[in-house]
């Protein structure tokens, strides 16, 4: 089945403390993308990856960090989460750029202690 | 002015009746543009594609007007399991894509 998957669905945290969110998808999509949403600001993008190797900052990038080591995973790093990181987090995919349909995963419901 | 605006709702709107929404956007160098469905709580789906040449898929139409810069939705004979938040989505171009804040629509029986 084609999908993008998430891990963790839910994670309860502490100031400081790194984590990582783990995204990974099957359709041999090379464009993907971090989105975070919440009440009243909609989805906004964090970062962005066009290719193996190549990311780049979205819209509210700033303290997240992303790789795109392998075309398939796109991790998103925390290294000191803060309560205002406490958001729903989305990973989606596309066939080749932000023009074409993107495929999302289910979220990650992430609270910052 | 936002860069894509959408009427936050809610829309409570007949189970049968057409429902509208408008969505527009800042940028009239604008590339492409969506609308996604969203049920609460759950992740975002492709409704539509929106073309120049408008877009029709059973029940449900988009339109495009550049000179106007807006999009539009409209949902004829809508039913109870139309009730969801509908989001306006934007490539701005150089892959800056903006979704909007959504729409919601509830279908009262």
């Known amino acids: 089945e084609a999908q993008v998957t998430q891990n963790p669905r839910y994670l309860i945290t502490v100031t400081g403390k790194k984590l990582t969110v783990t995204c990974s998808q099957n359709m041999n999509h090379e464009y993907m993308s971090w989105y975070r949403q919440d009440p009243g600001l909609g989805l906004r993008q964090i970062y962005y990856s066009m290719n193996v190797e190549v990311t780049d900052k979205g819209d509210v990038p700033e303290g997240y960090k992303v790789s795109r080591k392998e075309k398939r995973n796109f991790p998103l790093i925390l290294e000191s989460p803060s309560p205002n990181q406490t958001s729903l987090y989305f990973c989606a995919s596309s066939l080749s750029s932000s023009y074409n349909e993107q495929f999302f995963g289910p979220g990650t419901r992430l609270t910052v202690l | 002015r936002k860069e894509v605006e959408q009427d936050p709702g809610p829309f409570n709107v007949p189970e049968g009746a057409t429902v509208a929404f408008n969505c527009t956007y800042s940028n009239s160098a604008s590339q492409s543009f969506f609308w996604y469905r969203q049920d609460c709580r759950k992740e975002p789906k492709l409704l539509m594609s929106?073309?120049?040449s408008g877009n029709e898929d059973g029940r449900f139409t988009a339109q495009l007007n550049r000179a106007s810069q807006y999009i539009s939705l409209l949902i004829r004979d809508s039913k109870l399991s139309d009730s969801a938040t509908y989001l306006c989505?934007?490539?701005?171009?150089?892959?800056?894509?903006?979704f909007g804040k959504g729409t919601r629509l509830h279908i009262l029986p």
């Open positions: 989505v934007v490539n701005m171009g150089d892959d800056k894509i903006i």
């Open positions: 929106v073309y120049s």
